[in-house]
Each structure stands twice: as C-alpha cells, then as structure tokens.
C-alpha cells in the first residue's frame, strides 16, 4: 500500500463513502466552506495539490475553481482526532462560496448566546 493510499485508509467515510472537509485560508485561519470528499477525491487533492470534492447534487468530482477561477491550492490537509472530518488548509483565489462571496458562513446570524468558562 502507497504512502497516500495509507492515509486514505485512516478516513472513516460515512455510509455513503463520504467524508466532511471544513476548508480554511491557511494564513487567516478563515472557514470558508465545507465540501465532500469520497476515497477518490481526496486521492486526487493529496497527489494534486489543488482541491477536488464530490458533489452531492450532481454526482460528479469537481476540481475547485475549474470553471469559475476560484482556485484552492492545497497547503494542508488534517484528520480529525476520529478520523472522520478532514480540514483542509488551502490558499483561496477569489470567492470560496457558489454565491460568489468570499466565505459560505457569512449569512444567517444564529445568534448564540455567549458562553464563558467561568461557572
């Protein structure tokens, strides 16, 4: 077994041979999106250094910024403490969000209450 294909097998895909990846700037530490990935589009992103997830609606892999210029150049990719989540640390070109923002998570406030650690 390949060095990468190792690491693959440590991923603990759901049911539907998937696995979640919360996708940060890598030098702002900014959450810009979260994707999917099966065993062969994280296959492709470990070996390319560019992006490439599953997508869900229209069953086919699609390689981040392809048709919209967009690109994600890899320069980290982490395994969660159970190995079922992947962060991907990545150097974004132009909006990371399909609705042409620079992050999916800057709409609807679910306005938590603050916590604190004092009791």
């Known amino acids: 077994m390949s060095d990468v294909e190792a690491r693959i097998a440590q991923v603990a895909f759901n049911d539907d041979g998937l696995a979640p ?9 900014e959450v810009l999106m979260l994707a999917w990935v099966d065993a062969e589009a994280l296959r492709r992103t470990l070996t390319t ?3 490439v997830y599953w997508s869900r609606s229209r069953q086919e892999y699609w390689r981040k910024g392809d048709t919209s210029g967009h690109v994600q150049v890899v320069h980290e990719a982490r395994l969660d403490c159970d190995g079922d989540a992947i962060l991907l640390r990545v150097d974004q ?3 990371a969000c399909h609705t042409g923002t620079r992050t999916c998570f800057d709409t609807t406030d679910l306005h938590a209450v603050e916590g604190s650690s004092a009791e």
Do not use: E, L, N
Not at 21 to 29: E, G, N, R
């Open 93 to 95: 070109t132009g909006p």
């Open 49 to 51: 250094g560019r992006a």
């Open 21 to 29: 990846v919360i996708v940060q700037q890598w030098d702002s530490a």
